[in-house]
């Protein structure tokens, strides 16, 4: 029995395989084309995102590129759309381009797509990235400046669905700061994981929650400590909020999954 299991799911394997070869379609990228600064955490690296404003009726789609990096910047040449056509979902086609950890400077960017070329500067200083691009309707820079998030920096939600748990979340508030948050004032700004207005606080969102708080403190304590109070805070109030701690580390701590 378990061999004919076996064998059923390597032959589906199989054939899901060649649809999925027979399905890819390349195509010239006949869209305008966004794209937007992403900072990897923990790594640094810098990475470009770009989406086709075309949306198509699969979400799987990717653009196709080629880029180099020369001794001024960056060159990058959009050579199609490849159309998977696997996944039935609507969305546009995109991809993402690694540039590693880029010392703070000015880097001269250029974008080819067919005839149109974009021309413009990448300028990468230790609090923020900037892109000043030419105007041009075919490319569409989503978020420029992209602040950095600084060291020592955690961020989060907590989530609840009535307002007598109110005094248990400033409950929760305290706690934390008794293990070592500093509240402190961040630029205002686009963070890419959260935003910053202007009175320098974190602008709040609810995620399906009837109540939230959105959070965002200095924390330079063992990062490691925020797991075990989350675990044992989840323990002793039993899921009554929802709870997420990240940090500028790139770890995730919740208190509960959901």
Known sequence: MY?????????????MAIIGCDSVVHKEVETYINFCLLEELPSRNVQMYFETVRVYGHCDNTIDLSWRQTSKGFDITFKGVIENNMLPAIGPATTTIDLGVLNT?????????????LLGELFVFSDKFTIVINSNPAFNILNSPLNRIPE?????????????????VQSFFSE?????????SFAPGNYNKFEIDDNGD??????????????IFYYSED????????????????????????????EEFFSWMY
């Open 152 to 168: 020592h920096t955690i961020w989060g939600l907590v989530g609840y669905h009535t307002e007598e748990t109110t005094p248990l």
């Open 105 to 117: 400077g000015t880097y001269q960017l250029s974008l080819r797509n067919e005839h149109v070329v």
């Open 202 to 215: 974190i602008i709040n969102y609810n995620a399906g929650f009837w109540f939230s708080q959105a959070f």
């Open 223 to 250: 990062t490691s400590d925020l797991d075990k109070f989350l675990e044992q805070w989840s323990n002793l109030h039993d899921k009554i909020m929802y709870i997420s701690i990240y940090t500028d580390k790139g």
């Open 3 to 15: 061999e004919r299991l076996l064998k059923f799911a390597l032959i589906l394997l199989c054939l």
């Open 176 to 184: 934390l700061i008794k293990l070592g948050a500093i509240q402190k």
